[in-house]
């Protein structure tokens, strides 16, 4: 008899083949830029934990202290009976931090997206994305009932007319959503939405940001982009973002108005049907917010980082790409040429991803690096004169 599940086997065997399968490194201890991966001793460059805060002594202590006093598990879902106190402070405390009305707190920033968006637009209605926008938002885009359409990454005069085409068709769409990254998290480049929100307004069109790169990063005090481009809170309608980058913990969320939030945890079903964090989590959230708002200098070091790293590389001779970012990727060509490239510097002590086509074109692939607060001047010293060392012996530079 035929095996039901032998695709599984084959399908892995294919993308083995063409190395497209994922070769799962692992981390031995915490995330920080010191680390020993495959028990190997190696300078962590791609991680997300931009500031550090995973480590961070406060965001500890509030987790262990919430175990204590509230136990591991919330025990329901939040509609249900685990809505707990911690979980409303947490969104008050965020919301505050934002400038927003109001915030709201999803298990992740996936589950944020796949719930909000086919929300917010149905049938007949039309959602606008820009090419390169994240796979969370495409699922979520894919859930909708609504057309959809995308324009050129970053470019607002092909969004224009997309919107302009969209409504020259009968019947016209009803309610449209433009929906973007705030940075891009492959090339680290900004979205222009600054412009992207004019050009929305100019069209009766809302406005979406996923912000999860941006925030802990960009705008006053690590705001995120809203901030970062000084916009009224009112040209952007929904700010979604994430705890599990820069805040260093797990968990989505959206800030917007009241009724955003109140429609949102009314109508989105990763929200409704499936449990809420465990309080250390929230408590490790709320203290990370503390110290975004108490300790500015892990902003301020990141950034100061990010510049001196920019700077050395591409004096050295590297493609750093559109980056404006912690973000950097070194582009060095073709697959083959990025997995050596990784594989070198590994070897030298240094631990940074390639990515390579599907993922971008054929002939971008990189090595994605992500700038970090807690490295020290010795640190980046180290990460420069080892893609130094490594670009020259495979003539990159
Ligand atoms: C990481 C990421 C997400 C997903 O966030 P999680 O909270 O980790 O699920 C969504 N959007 C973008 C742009 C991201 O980079």
Same mark, same amino acid.
């Given at each position: ?7 599984l ?12 399968? /994922? ?14 991966i ?16 995973s ?49 709201l ?57 997309v ?18 990254? &705030?940075?891009?998290?492959m ?16 069209? &009766? ?7 999860? $790169? ?52 009314n109508?989105?079903?990763? /929200? ?25 200098? $892990?902003?301020?070091?990141? /950034? ?67 700038m970090?607060?807690a ?23």
């Amino acid at each position: 008899m035929r095996d039901p599940t032998g695709f599984l086997g084959e399908e892995y065997r294919q993308l083995a083949a063409a190395d497209l399968d /994922w070769k799962l490194r692992q981390l031995e201890g915490p995330s920080a830029p010191r680390c020993t991966i495959d028990g190997h001793p190696v300078l962590m460059l791609c991680s997300n934990n931009y500031l550090g805060l995973s480590n961070h002594p406060r965001l500890k202590e509030a987790a262990i202290e919430a175990v204590r006093t509230r136990g591991v598990g919330s025990g329901s879902v939040r509609p249900i009976a685990g809505n707990m106190d911690l979980h409303v402070e947490l969104e008050k405390r965020l919301a505050r931090f934002k400038g927003a009305e109001a915030s709201l707190v999803f298990q992740t920033g996936f589950a944020a997206n796949a719930g909000l968006i086919p929300q917010l637009v149905g049938e007949g209605d039309l959602i606008v994305s820009d090419e390169l926008n994240h796979g969370s938002i495409i699922d979520g885009v894919r859930l909708a009932r609504s057309e959809r359409a995308v324009y050129r990454h970053g470019d607002t005069d092909d969004l224009e007319r997309v919107l302009r085409e969209a409504e020259g068709r009968a019947p016209a769409p009803g309610r449209i959503l433009v929906i973007t990254d &705030g940075v891009f998290s492959m090339d680290g480049d900004i979205a222009p939405l600054d412009r992207i929100a004019a050009v929305a307004a100019d069209h &009766g069109a809302m406005v979406y940001v996923d912000d999860a $790169h941006g925030e802990g990063v960009l705008g006053e005090g690590g705001r995120g982009i809203v901030s970062h481009y000084h916009l009224p809170r009112d040209r952007v309608h929904v700010e979604m973002g994430t705890f599990s980058k820069a805040f260093g913990v797990v968990g989505g969320h959206i800030s917007g108005s009241s009724d955003l939030v109140r429609f949102a945890y009314n109508k989105s079903r990763t /929200w409704l049907l499936s449990g809420s964090h465990p309080p250390a989590v929230v408590a490790a959230c709320i203290a990370a917010i503390d110290v975004l708002e108490s300790e500015p200098k $892990h902003v301020a070091r990141l /950034w100061e980082l990010t510049r001196r790293f920019k700077r050395a590389m591409a004096d050295l001779g590297f493609d750093l790409g559109s980056s404006a970012t912690p973000i950097t990727p070194v582009i060095v060509g073709d697959s083959a040429t990025a997995r050596k490239l990784s594989d070198r510097i590994f070897e030298l002590g240094v631990f940074a991803l390639p990515i390579v086509f599907p993922m971008v074109a054929k002939d971008k692939a990189r090595l994605r690096t992500i700038m970090n607060a807690a490295l020290t001047d010795d640190d980046l010293e180290f990460a420069i004169a080892t893609f130094r060392k490594a670009g020259r012996e495979l003539r990159l530079i």
